[in-house]
């Protein structure tokens, strides 16, 4: 079966309220939408979106690098398994030096369309037994009267674990915060911290101490300088687990804390990472070391939740709670489906390939 008629549509998606990220405030998500069709007239999606600040990569220089890999692939044979897809996303690293957000969206729609053609779910095509659903956090931010209006909405969907993004500020604030969601969710819900390298080593030593007779499962990226001595002295401290975020796409030292055992804890994003193999492949690697993994979007549409999705459910056991309530955020969807959060967890769909599919209104006529 060969890969034909493969297009490039832009899309932005506007967010409801601006959001903020540690590298600025956000009000629209752009990205890049990648469609294609077999010559027996199976149709797939996948989504490039790199995110200013945080992918190394522009939009414009991954739709470059798009269009020459869609000249690449025009006409090539689709792959019929897992290794002939992990091949083809190799060439397009090597010899095409496509980035990683690029290699994401083609590992999207090859999936998607090899899935279809095996009339198998995405994850369950790429691996034996993934997860059927899998449990996600939710996310609070802002002031203490802020974090109270956002638990009540989120109340319904009974979460078992609600992350607390901690701004600059000083400690008192922060307690405030995370005293607000202990007071109102059940004794086993747990509440992880995202503190953004916003803390000395003394400062962080003196948070935890305070906070960590309060459920803390984790602490995301604590520390300004996360030096392996830092982190293990920080864990003896207080005791808590440790978390890695942007750490991880800094190669040596992530490579450097993990060898000193220096973490407990691998947030993985794999629109920054180069795609769903090489997440899973890393959280392997991190689970020999008795790590834990937590998955999350980087703020793409549907699409790319969708295939984030599927690579959390490749990774069984080794999952935590992952990041990818975050199509809420957004005014409107490009995909008919929901991904409605049940008991705190999301099914994966069961649908062949990825298993949604792009509003019709966005679909290039050409197609
Ligand atoms: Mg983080």
């Known amino acids: 079966m060969k890969i034909r008629r493969l297009s490039l549509i832009d899309f932005e998606l506007t967010f409801k309220a601006p959001l903020v990220t540690a590298h600025g405030l956000l009000n629209l998500r752009k990205g890049i939408i990648i469609c294609a069709k077999t010559d027996d007239g199976c149709s797939g999606i996948g989504e490039i979106s790199p995110l200013d600040g945080f992918n190394r990569e522009s939009r414009s220089r991954a739709k470059q690098s798009a269009q020459e890999v869609a000249g690449y692939l025009d006409n090539a044979e689709l792959p019929v398994d897992p290794e002939g897809l992990i091949q083809i996303l190799g060439d397009l690293e090597d010899r095409l030096s496509a980035p990683p957000s690029v290699i994401f969206g083609f590992e999207m729609l090859l999936g998607d369309l090899a899935g279809k053609k095996a009339e198998l779910p995405l994850s369950t095509w790429y691996c034996n037994n993934p997860l059927r659903n899998v449990a996600v956090n939710a996310i609070l931010a802002g002031s203490p009267e802020d974090i109270q209006g956002q638990l009540a909405q989120k109340a319904a969907r009974h979460f078992r674990a609600y992350k607390i993004k901690i701004e600059a500020g000083g400690i008192e604030p922060a307690i405030q915060k995370i005293k607000t969601v202990r007071d ?108 834990k993994t937590v998955l999350t979007s980087t703020l793409e549409s549907g699409i790319g939740v969708t295939a984030c999705l599927h690579a959390a459910a490749m990774l069984g056991h080794h999952v935590l709670a992952c990041g990818l309530d975050t199509l809420d955020l957004f005014q409107d969807s490009i995909i008919n489906e929901d991904l409605p959060i049940i008991s705190g967890r999301m099914n994966v769909p069961q649908r062949p390939g990825l298993g949604v599919s792009l509003r019709p209104s966005l679909i290039p006529s050409t197609i």
């Open 184 to 291: 109102r969710v059940a004794d086993d819900v747990m509440i992880r911290l995202d503190l953004n390298r916003g803390l000395d080593l003394n400062e962080a030593v003196d948070l935890l101490n305070e906070i960590k007779g309060f459920g803390i499962e984790y602490v995301e990226e604590p520390l300004k300088e996360p030096t392996s001595h830092d982190m293990i002295a920080l864990r003896e401290e207080t005791g808590l687990r440790i978390a890695l975020d942007e750490t991880v796409a800094e190669t040596d030292r992530f490579h450097d804390l993990l060898e000193n055992k220096a973490c407990d804890v691998i947030v993985l994003k794999p629109m920054m990472l180069g795609g769903i193999n090489k997440s899973v492949k890393l959280s392997r690697m991190a689970a020999e070391q008795g790590l």
